[in-house]
């Protein structure tokens, strides 16, 4: 459930950005930072989670003896 909690709570973060920003003539850039870096940052770290939850390569172990 953790990544949808994270995308979620980045939503809210979003929308809060996006009302909340400096009114004027940079309030474009405002937005646009806020909402990027937002996104850019939950899809780093949910791609990090979902690789590490199932791995395409699985440890092998080489200090245990097989039977021969």
């Known amino acids: 459930w953790a990544p949808f909690i994270g995308l ?3 939503a809210i973060f979003c929308a809060g950005a996006w009302f909340a920003s400096p009114k004027g003539e940079t309030q ?3 937005r646009s930072t806020l909402v990027l870096s937002a996104v850019a940052m939950y899809l780093m770290w949910v791609i ?3 690789a590490q939850l199932h791995p395409l390569i699985q440890p092998i ?3 245990i ?3 021969d």
């Open 28 to 30: 474009t850039i405002w």
């Open 8 to 10: 979620i709570v980045v």
């Open 48 to 50: 990090t989670f979902l």
């Open 61 to 63: 172990r080489y200090d």
């Open 65 to 67: 003896r097989t039977e």
